[in-house]
């Protein structure tokens, strides 16, 4: 027969291997939900960088003001947008949807309509009857990007654009007041600018529009432009502000972010539609710019 104290011994350490089997259930507990909140964290970081970051369309809308702007042109309405790099097509329909919503009065397309891979006739197709649904009141314009080949071309004159190479042409608007817009091919790393800038006036207001951004300083000490537009970077497609920035492809190591202002001159650089090798995107959604111009009396 056990003593009073082997019976408490024993019920001290049945006590304890309870407190000890409690301990471990909430170590196990614990374990599995921090198990489970990462294995969110990755699932839903996976998620964003392969689908909404690459395929979630932002619209940035700005108003530029300038003196220079005839009355005629104060209200219109600019998109600019660039860097398609053809493939999806759900995302081609949204772009060109929402671009059509804004009624724009001019179309601006700054570039790499396609990827470096080949289209389909299908995919081809597909991309035609897309941009023909492209409405501009007064003219859809383009420049070429470093992967747009001669298919690529046809496919933008197709689709009605005006493709500006290193030339410029005089857009009017109901007056015979007109703005001047500058089209640069970045594809060559000679451009005659003066060529390009033919014409040019300094009392006109003038947009140059242009793929790689850092060209702006190619010319902008010589044509101080009131308004200049660019792409190619993505803004980086995977960017942390401060710590990393993959933005700094050929010629857009100096301009890497959507806005800059040189002097008297607004600078916007989009983010592009589509990706490019790296296929996902941190911090630098697909994007147009949505301008809305404004006379001002000085």
Known sequence: MNSRIELNKDKQKEIEREKHQEKA?????????????????????????????????????????????????SSLKIVHFGDLHYEDKA??????????????????????????????????????????????SIGKYAVLGETDNDEAKSILRDCGFTILED?????????????????????????????????????????????????????????????????????????????LNLAEKDYATKYTDSYYKINNTDFYITSGIGTTEFGVRINARPSINFFRLRKTDS
Do not use: Q
Request: proline letters at 3%; a neutral charge; aromatic letters at 10%.
């Open 167 to 243: 030339t410029n042409t005089l857009i009017y608007h109901g007056t015979n007041e007109a703005i001047m817009l500058v089209g640069l091919n970045t594809n060559n790393e000679t451009i005659d600018y003066n060529k390009a800038f033919t014409n040019y006036n300094s009392n006109t207001f003038t947009m140059a529009i242009f793929h790689k951004p850092d060209y702006i300083d190619n010319f902008i000490d010589t044509y101080p432009v009131d308004l200049a537009l660019a792409g190619h970077s993505h803004l980086g497609e995977i960017r942390i502000p401060k710590f």
């Open 25 to 73: 259930k909430k170590i196990i507990k614990r374990i599995v939900i921090a198990i489970l909140i990462i294995f969110l964290v990755v699932f839903f970081s996976c998620l964003y960088i392969t689908r909404i970051g690459t395929i979630s369309l932002l619209v940035h809308e700005e108003v530029i003001y300038n003196s220079k702007l005839p009355e005629s042109f």
């Open 91 to 136: 995302l081609l329909k949204d772009t060109v949807n929402t671009i059509n919503k804004r009624n724009p009065d001019i179309l601006i397309f700054t570039g790499d309509l396609l990827k470096d891979e080949e289209l389909t006739s299908s995919a081809r197709k597909d991309l035609v009857v897309e941009l023909k649904k492209l409405t501009a």
